[in-house]
């Protein structure tokens, strides 16, 4: 499969509980340098073997191999520690799918919340969670306070109202409506904050005091029909000035193409599409291993249509649940 880590976890163990289908899941990152599960890939199932209920077996840290057998939960409210700087908006991810047939779900997650190799909670807060809220999803961020790496510290408050998934049509993307973005800074000068803003064109600074030191900065581009979001995170040595580069030349990567949605959007949102009644669109400049991995591994589980061809340079992606 095109990304053999923790997204094949993740999502396996997500459709495995919704759809009631036992799994084995063998040779986990077994191309990486750090073999098997990874903290923060142990605590995502663990949490939705506990809130989905069913038997878990190889969920520790350096597992290669994982067996889940689902059961039934009555389950609605549950704590998650992912331990240090693991990443919240992952783990959240996964458990966002498995509980999509309970009518709530509230959840507390301690970890990260703006790491690398990550959406930030920011990017969840912004596009994903507005994105499928149009689907049918009902999401509030109750509360949230920064981690970074690597004490971590961050912890998300969020509660969960799924409903019947319909589809989204993203084909295209509408006027442009707006333009902006947070930058953040926790145990820093304010300065710092100020430096970002000036730099990237962001119109609000977040300044907080945390168990971990961080900065970084979220932008984004609205349109009628889409948003696009990109994350830039600061880290030692790294000037203001080249977080607000890192962060405007993404955003110009992504709106200069012909795309509806960005390339993490994609790999987010294509889970939903599967799922919800009618089909889905959207237009993505390039198609990631992340998403590969998912159109090769979701087909597995359900029956789906997956069309995809040029349209000026960029990749249009049908989604046609076969129900």
């Given amino acids: 499969m ?9 999502t396996s163990m997500a459709f495995s509980a919704l759809l009631d289908e036992e799994i084995t899941i063998t040779n986990i990152r077994a191309n990486r340098s750090k073999k098997g599960l990874r903290p923060q890939h142990v605590a995502a199932v663990s949490a939705i073997a506990s809130i989905c209920g069913g038997e878990l077996e190889g969920a520790f840290t350096g597992s290669e191999e994982l067996r889940y057998s689902p059961g039934d939960s009555e389950l609605q409210d549950y704590t998650i520690d992912v331990g240090t700087a693991g990443s919240i908006p992952l783990v959240l991810q996964a458990c966002m799918l498995a509980v999509l047939k309970k009518p709530h779900m509230h959840l507390k997650v301690y970890g990260g919340t703006n790491v690398y190799y990550s959406p930030s909670i920011d990017y969840c807060e912004y ?7 149009r689907m049918g999803y009902n999401i509030t961020l109750n509360d949230f ?3 970074f790496h690597p004490q971590g510290g961050g912890m998300v408050d969020i509660s ?12 295209c993307r509408g006027e442009l409506l707006n333009e902006g973005g947070i930058c953040y800074i926790q145990n820093l000068p304010y300065k710092i904050g100020e430096r970002l803003k000036t730099m990237s064109g962001a119109d609000v600074i977040q300044s907080s005091n945390g168990i971990s030191d961080g900065a970084g900065l979220f932008l984004y581009t609205e349109y009628e029909n889409t948003v696009f979001g990109v994350d830039a995170l600061g880290r030692k040595g790294l000037s203001s000035e080249k977080v607000a580069s890192m962060g405007i030349d993404a955003m110009k990567q992504e709106i200069n193409s012909e795309g ?5 959007a994609a ?3 294509f889970p939903y599409m599967v799922l919800a009644e009618g089909t889905s669109r959207f237009k993505v400049r390039k198609i990631s291993n992340h998403l590969y991995t ?3 591994l979701i087909p597995k589980f359900v029956d789906v249509q997956c069309n995809i061809s040029d349209d000026s340079g960029c ?3 049908e989604v046609k649940p076969q129900k």
């Fill in 2 to 10: 095109g990304e053999g880590g923790g997204q094949i976890v993740r």
């Fill in 127 to 133: 596009v994903i969670f507005p994105f499928l809220e």
């Fill in 145 to 147: 306070a920064r981690g």
């Fill in 160 to 171: 969960l109202s799924p409903g019947p998934l319909k589809s989204i049509d993203l084909s």
């Fill in 260 to 264: 509806t949605i960005d390339m993490h």
């Fill in 267 to 269: 790999d987010q949102l």
């Fill in 294 to 296: 998912l159109m090769d």
């Fill in 315 to 317: 990749f249009l992606v």
